[in-house]
């Protein structure tokens, strides 16, 4: 009789809360037959994808559509590096010399062996100050009693392939801050920052009064940059790794005031050797030679001819997957993929980085079927992604050991990072249990990510939008209108 009675009880539960589950995928489809239907969206294109936690479908839109993905793509690459090495894997930086020391005096040069970390030099939280970093391996240098250097500091960044310019980034993307590629000696997150003095007359130059970090022989070119009449600045950096030469294009205020424009640094090896000499030469160490790099120059360092004296490391990988993604960091996404190239292939090089994603993609039974990529942050046009595939890949995620840690990482609507200003709104209980990483570029608004349940378990879900001609506060209306009911 008892069994009978839980059995019935059992199949009242399953069938309450099964009506219930039908009914918010009712609600979930018909909110998205709005973009289907609607004539505001007529010109756009949209792909949806919700699934529940046992992998079944609750609701699409053109699911397995390959669309452009912007920076939604770096929760694959976050995922995966976050496998690949452990969430307390370190990035290290060694510093050795080549040559002989003799009478306090090394005869050789001085190295600077980049493992890939893009925390060193960072003003970020997340990285340990540059003057911490340096003062360790002025101690190296001092424990093996050097007190002069006859010859140069090299920064050798051939850790990483020297890919400072990915193919398939745009011109106008590659001189911004947010456009600066990996290295295997970083710096700063290879960003400079530029201090400039707006013209006091019309039609004048501005004039640059301080960057940092330097690069030494940088020249710098202001090109149709002139004080103008009306208030408000348009000024934009480009730079390439072809020559050491930076060029400002656009106008200042003429009103005289300070500056400040940071821009993509291609030579961060050079930056980094360059600061620790002037910081030995402050400690009472001299060197001959001016800095150099091994992608700068014609010098060859191998491995086997350094004598290591000391390492240093950066903070655990997890602070920097949940930097990476909340605040969107392309730089730091750009390095993980490389490392993970590095793991998987032996080289660390676009090509053999996106050879690794798809292997691990197979081995994660996520595959790569509408899976195309060419960068670890979405910043190119040519990553094509579908929803069903980030909604696979979620899935797969869940099941990792490291899944709260991913998850965390993810931003949310009202918190701290790109997702603060999403369902402003929505009451802060209702809309924390969303959990996803946004993505935008011109025309492209896309978010994707996990929303937990009223009633345990969670949706999967991408909502990728392309090509959609209205404003971005117009499109975020209906993405916004289908977040509610995913989480109502």
Known sequence: MKKTHFLLLGLLFFAFFGEINAQNASKIRKNIK?????????????GIFVADEMGKTIASLN??????????MKTVTTGIALNLFGPDFKFTTKIGYRGEIKDSTLFGDLIIYGGGDPTLGSSDTVAFPIGDIFGKWYYFIKDKGIKRIEGSIIGDDSYLKNEPIPDSWSWSNIGASYGSAPSGLSFNENIQTFKLKAPISFNENAVLEEVYPVIPNMKYVFKETFGKKMKGNSLTYYTSDLSRVGEFRGDLTSDGNTFIINGSNKFPALSCAYHFKEYLE???IKSNN???????????????????????????????VNVTNRISNNFYAETLLKMIGKRVT??????????????????????????????????????????????????KMKESTNFVMFLNSLPQPGGPGTLKNVLADTDILKKSAIHAKSGSLANVKCYAGYVDRKRGGVYVFAILTNNYQMTTSEIMKGIEAFMKTLIN
């Open 34 to 46: 709005i973009f289907s239907k609607d004539q505001t969206y007529k010109n756009s294109v949209i």
């Open 63 to 72: 699911p397995d559509m390959p669309l452009l993905t912007a920076s939604t």
């Open 282 to 284: 402050n400690k009472g």
């Open 290 to 320: 001016d800095v150099l790099s091994t992608s700068d120059s014609d010098i060859e360092v191998t491995d086997s001819e350094i004598k290591f004296i000391g390492e240093t490391y950066s903070k655990e990988l997890f602070k920097i």
């Open 346 to 395: 032996g080289v660390g090089s676009y090509d053999s980085s996106i050879v690794a994603v798809k292997r691990i993609l197979n081995d994660m039974n996520v595959g790569t079927k509408g899976f195309t990529s060419v960068d670890g942050s979405g910043l190119s046009r040519q990553n094509y992604v579908s929803p069903r595939f980030f909604g696979n890949y979620f899935l």
